[in-house]
């Protein structure tokens, strides 16, 4: 999977790369807008990510330049403006998600994976991992071959999780994930570990492996 | 009080003053003019009558009245001259009226007889000539002043109207609408002055303002970019299979701090930005759809807390900003579910124009009404920021509703009136 990330700060830019590409992902980069428009008009990407602010022009120009292209790529806006105006600018401009600065690594890669699969879609959208068959669009989860009675917040779970295999996953990160705006970090510990807890268990009932692990005082890791 | 009417009433009391003391004057002045021809006229028509003075015409003047105007009386004593001028009136029976005379008399002698000679002379035609010229004197000053009144009424208008024109376009000048205003060019030049200088203060107002928006959005963005390395950083090394726990920890309490800047940041510029009045935008905004989406999404965590909640909503909608109801819903319901011990009770309740949310729990240490002040918490809960409120409060006062908190007994009870305008 190709990602394009547009992003002037070097060192947002360069974490953002090592995530990625430890997740699987090809990354390139471009600092500038000039940078941008020049790979976009050479190479296909199946995700690129745009800051809006760059130095030398407006990332929502680029996002009209992908899409006159009608190029099937996801595009995902990373901005520091929060504003209810812009975000409803950059969808309208034609990107496909919008995630606000400063995000977490595993949200970002989540949301890429999750909008690629959007774009891609083709019918039969599944991902296989371990002896579990997850169907995003149709929120069913099978393990060998058996339908898991997941709730809507278990299977958000489990999916953020998957989206960041073998990643280290602050309990901060999942709450913030799952509940967004609704809860305070500290209160929601205990909400993470019940809902991981009966994740674990229902899991358990098909497969004898334990997918998710602990990592103490930290978070989870998802890992086959 | 009116320009106008406290002008004209000014004005008028100094006229009066002014009328009245001049009048005063005016009728003095001519009463003595009057009397003192009066007088000089008696004093020669009595030093006629002295000089020939005989003993016959005594007889002929018993008295004065109405009718005779000299009386010559006979007296034992002469003790010098004594000149005495009086004021005096006769009755006339058959008119039932009296009439005003003068009055003077002398003592005199004719040989070693001693008479007293007194003369008189009627004023009554003298009065009314008093009275006529006073009549004439406030009739004019009247008219003069209505004329003045009316005339400074149609000249106030006509100056003042540039003025008056420029004061309706201040009052509906709007800062946030960022349209400067187009004065009307007036003849005076103070207003002219007035305009200019109204226009250049505008103009620096405008301009700090957009300073200080542009600002509060530089903020967010300087900010939250060093606060996203910081926070991919962490997260980056929480990924690194060598760290001790330790480290691991404070890399966590990095992560963990950063996103407590992050949410601060958020909130203290949405504080702003209401106190810039960056939320002018009004749509109708279904109030009740809000809390139910607000309340479908906290309905898991409701549940996982053990907390009862009832719900009483009506159909009601009111022009505003959806996202600033929004985030008020949003801060009050979850002020309660934040406060509210496992196993407690929230109750939301929708009227029409009233929005409240009581949640279960014992009375608090510090004073109800500080809670909607900036940091300030009653009982400190990790994570809370004591933002919440202070932007609901914020945001009543933009809108003009009533935020109120009360507890009684057993629950603690915040409550919207929203304003019946809108």
Known sequence: ?224 | MKLLTKTSLHFITAFLIIFFAAGVAFFQMIRTTINEKADAELVNKIRGLRRNLTQNDVSKYPSVDLYNDVQIVPITKFSGLEQIMRDTFFFDSAGKTYFPYRILSENTHIGSNFYRITVSKSMYENNEMIEKITLAFTVSALLFLMSVYFLNRYFFRKIWSGFFDSLEKIKNYDLANLSPIEFTGSAVLEFQELNRVISGMIGRIEKDYVGLKEFSADLTHEIQTPLSVIRSKAEMMLQSPDLSSELLNGVQAINANAAKLFKLNKALILLTKIENRQFEERQMTEVDRIIDTHLSHFSELMSMKSIEIEKTTVSFQLSAHPQLIDVLVLNLLKNAFTHTSPGGRIKVRLSEGKFTVENSGSPLPIDGASLFERFVTAEPVKGSLGLGLAIVRKICDYYGYKASYLHNGTMHRFEIEFNKIN
């Open chain 1, 1 to 224: 999977m190709k990602v394009l990330i547009i992003e002037d700060e070097a060192d947002l830019l360069s974490t953002m790369d090592v995530y990625l590409k430890a997740g699987g992902f090809l990354c390139e980069h471009a600092f500038t807008f000039a940078e941008a428009v020049l790979k976009i008009s050479f190479y296909d990407y199946d995700c690129i990510l745009v800051d809006l602010n760059l130095p030398d022009g407006n990332g929502l120009d680029i996002i009209r330049k992908i899409r006159e292209k009608k190029k099937s790529t996801g595009v995902i806006i990373v901005s520091a403006m929060a504003d209810l105006e812009t975000r409803v600018k950059g969808l309208e401009t034609g990107a496909d998600d919008y995630i606000v600065k400063p995000f977490h690594l595993a949200e970002l890669s989540a949301r890429i994976k999750s909008v690629i699969r959007r774009v891609n879609f083709d019918g039969s959208n599944s991902i296989t991992v371990g002896e579990l068959r997850i169907f995003p669009d149709e929120v069913k989860v099978f393990a060998k071959e058996e339908l898991l009675d997941l709730t809507k917040t278990e299977f958000d779970l489990l999916l953020f999780l998957i989206s960041n295999q073998n990643r280290v996953i602050a309990k901060e990160t999942i709450a913030e994930h799952i509940w967004g705006d609704y809860i305070d970090m500290a209160d929601s510990f205990d909400f993470v570990y019940n809902h991981i807890k009966n994740l674990r268990r229902k899991i358990k009932t098909h497969v004898e492996d334990e997918y998710i692990k602990t990592v103490y005082g930290i978070g989870y890791k998802f890992s086959v």
